[in-house]
């Protein structure tokens, strides 16, 4: 089971990973209110189709599905997808790599999760990592205050979604996460209702955007709501938070590596190196639960 928990969060990290590309693509030629609804959208549509065929669909624990779906992918996405229309993949993914200090914080805070010493240098090795993936491929915009602003709030937006999901797990361990994710989707989905003529001038170009953006806004909310936030809510019944905090360490990287495979920009040497400590310390945190 335990085994499971793990490759599941592996691969809902993967899928983060792909979407934050995708989501830079879009933003390029959508505002940021019509990138962040169409993935919304999107994903809501798949979990629907997907809810419906299986018979999984419900309206319980609806009040944890708001409290989820404003945090994530609500505010996260949102400000992320600001934060894109300023910045880039490489900015974007290295500012809310903040994530995963604010994760471990509130896990010991709000679950009191202890942190054990060989966890903690864990935590900073990937960290670390994640940081020299994001710095080697920064460019001058990762110091624009807008972006940085923006990426910093989905941080700790982010981080809150983490914490609670695996705090209901705890509570609500027989619960239809199914479900929940689903209702989350809704929950957000209303929220980019809201803000899209809030939103609408801010990233757009002014030019009508091509198949490509809107093809890439709704990749991106399928590899980045409906099946990551699927796999990641499973997994949290059965990953600690400060787990879950490490794996976090494989987004940039993934989204760094998979951006440069569609034209986003190629990894140098030292992100390959930043890459291979995130797995590193993966691997170390994994092997001391096992013992």
Do not use: C
Request: zero cysteines.
């Amino acid at each position: 089971m335990r085994s499971r928990a793990y490759a599941l969060l592996l691969l809902s990290m993967l899928s983060w990973g792909l979407a934050n590309p995708l989501s830079d693509i879009a933003v390029d030629q959508l505002s940021v209110g019509a990138v962040f609804a169409t993935e919304v959208a999107s994903g809501a549509l798949v979990l629907t189709v997907i809810g419906l065929l299986t018979g999984k669909l419900s309206f319980e624990h609806w009040r944890w599905a708001i409290v989820l779906g404003l945090l994530e992918p609500g505010l996260t996405y949102l400000f992320g997808n600001l934060g894109y229309s300023h910045g880039t993949v490489s900015t974007g993914l290295i500012i809310m790599q903040s994530e995963v200090i604010f994760l471990a914080i509130f896990g010991w805070i709000w679950l009191k999760e202890s942190i054990g010493g060989r966890e903690g240098a864990a935590i900073l090795l990937g960290t670390f990592g994640a940081m020299l993936v994001g710095w080697s491929a920064s460019s001058d915009q990762a110091g624009e205050v807008v972006s940085t602003i923006a990426f910093f709030i989905a941080a700790i937006a982010a981080a809150g979604y983490a914490v609670s999901i695996r705090k209901f797990a705890t509570l609500k361990n027989s619960a239809n996460m199914y479900s929940v994710v689903w209702m989350q989707s809704l929950v957000s989905l209303a929220m980019a209702l809201i803000a899209l003529p809030i939103t609408q001038n801010l990233g757009t170009t002014g030019v009508a955007a091509d198949l490509s953006a809107i093809a890439a806004a709704i990749g991106a909310g399928v590899f980045g709501v409906a099946i990551p936030f699927v796999l990641f809510s499973w997994a949290s019944t059965a990953v600690p938070s400060r787990h879950a905090a490490l794996a976090l360490n494989i987004i940039p990287v993934a989204g760094i590596s998979i951006g440069a495979l569609i034209g986003r920009g190629l990894p140098t040497p030292l992100q390959f190196a930043g890459g291979a400590l995130v797995l590193l310390s993966l691997l170390a945190m994994q092997t001391q639960e096992t013992h």
